[in-house]
């Protein structure tokens, strides 16, 4: 089945640890995303990925980068870890950009000790 | 800007029971509009969507929900509740940039 596939699902680091999360797809999608949820709140969009064009939110602290090194491939680098980055982390594809359907995979959850 | 409201919070209904999760936007044109699912720990699901058409649009495991324009509203309906349901509803509308903007969330409790 075609999917989203995010690993691992739960993931612990330390504290100013680098830590990369990974997402993969099957959907041939051209568009890439990752969310930020923390508890009890929606998803937050900290970047995008249009093919190779990267779009950063605003708001998304430079402490976040990530990479898409081909289409099936996104990660999410978190550079220094602090404890307020401890929650779960989406990834999404949608076919295009405009009105379109994002497909999630399942998350990782990021503990920070 | 773009907004979607989910006004509650909480809800609980006894399982077999009706539900429906209401969900209001606020948008110039008509939003593309979807309801997801999550189970706890889990990624979003997506129930349905609306682009265009038949203002009543069926989804997954039983689901519905009705575009309702002059309300601006899009509200998810179920006839009869599963325990299975008992997860956090994300009612979700898409601009022309493909951003989403969440409301707030409706978790929903079943009760036996």
């Known amino acids: 089945d075609a999917m989203v596939i995010q690993n691992p699902r739960y993931q612990v680091t330390q504290f100013g640890k680098p830590v990369t999360l990974s997402c993969s797809q099957t959907?041939?999608?051209?568009?890439m995303y990752w969310y930020q949820q923390k508890s009890s709140q929606a998803p937050k969009l900290l970047f995008h990925y249009y093919d190779k064009d990267f779009n950063n939110e605003a708001d998304t602290p430079d402490n976040f980068q990530s990479r898409r090194p081909n289409t099936s491939f996104c990660f999410l680098d978190i550079r220094s870890p602090g404890l307020g980055d401890a929650a779960m982390y989406l990834c999404?594809?949608?076919?295009?950009?405009?009105?379109?359907?994002?497909?999630f995979g399942p998350g990782t959850r990021l503990l920070v000790l | 800007a773009q907004s979607v409201t989910q006004p509650d919070i909480h809800i609980t209904v006894s399982e077999g029971a009706s539900l429906e999760l209401r969900c209001n936007y606020s948008?110039?044109?008509?939003?593309?509009l979807f309801w997801y699912v999550q189970s706890p720990g889990q990624g979003l699901q997506l129930l349905l969507k609306y682009f265009s058409g038949d203002t009543l649009v069926q989804g997954i495991k039983g689901f519905e929900a009705e575009f309702k324009r002059s309300q601006s509203s899009f509200n998810l309906r179920k006839p009869s509740v599963h325990w299975s349901d008992a997860a956090e509803y994300f009612c979700?509308?898409?601009?022309?940039?493909?951003?989403?903007?969440f409301g707030g969330g409706t978790r929903l409790m079943v009760k036996p």
């Open positions: 999404a594809t949608s076919r295009d950009r405009g009105e379109e359907t994002q497909y």
């Open positions: 959907l041939n999608h051209n568009v």
């Open positions: 979700v509308s898409n601009n022309a940039g493909n951003m989403l903007t």
């Open positions: 948008y110039g044109a008509t939003p593309y």
